[in-house]
Nanobody, 124 residues
Framework: VQLQASGGGTVHAGGSLRLSCAVS????????IGWFRQAPGTEREFVAA????????SYADSVKGRFTISRDNAKNMVSLQMNSLKPEDTAVYYC??????????????????WGQGTQVTVSS
């Protein structure tokens, strides 16, 4: 398994969760990593991405100010801290490696390696 997502669960609205993505790739430091989510009956949508270096992460408008993405290159780990969760955040969350090194794309088709997903459920 090259990317493994964990940390999902069920929380009440307003609660917090922290997702982790463990990446077992020697080239981890060379590529941006993104988080996406998919609710039943919907398309997979971009949540956040962190660049390979010291650049600024990018976020979907729907999660700005509530979610924070970070990476630990020493541990080959990317985390997504999710605060002030809303019922509409309920989805399966996936981490993925961008096929483009110099930017943080938002299109799922520009990511080539995907983790298995972790379920996040936010109750009202």
């Amino acid at each position: 398994v090259q990317l493994q997502a964990s940390g999902g669960g069920t929380v009440h609205a307003g609660g917090s969760l922290r997702l982790s993505c463990a990446v077992s790739l020697r080239t981890f430091n060379s590529y941006p990593i993104g988080w996406f989510r998919q609710a039943p009956g919907t398309e997979r949508e971009f949540v956040a991405a962190v660049p390979r270096g010291s650049g600024r992460p990018s976020y979907a408008d729907s999660v700005k100010g509530r979610f924070t993405i970070s990476r630990d290159n020493a541990k080959n780990m990317v985390s997504l801290q999710m605060n002030s969760l809303k019922p509409e955040d309920t989805a399966v969350y996936y981490c993925a490696r961008s096929r483009i090194q110099h930017t943080t794309p938002t299109a799922p088709g520009l990511y080539d390696l995907w983790g298995q997903g972790t379920q996040v459920t936010v109750s009202s």
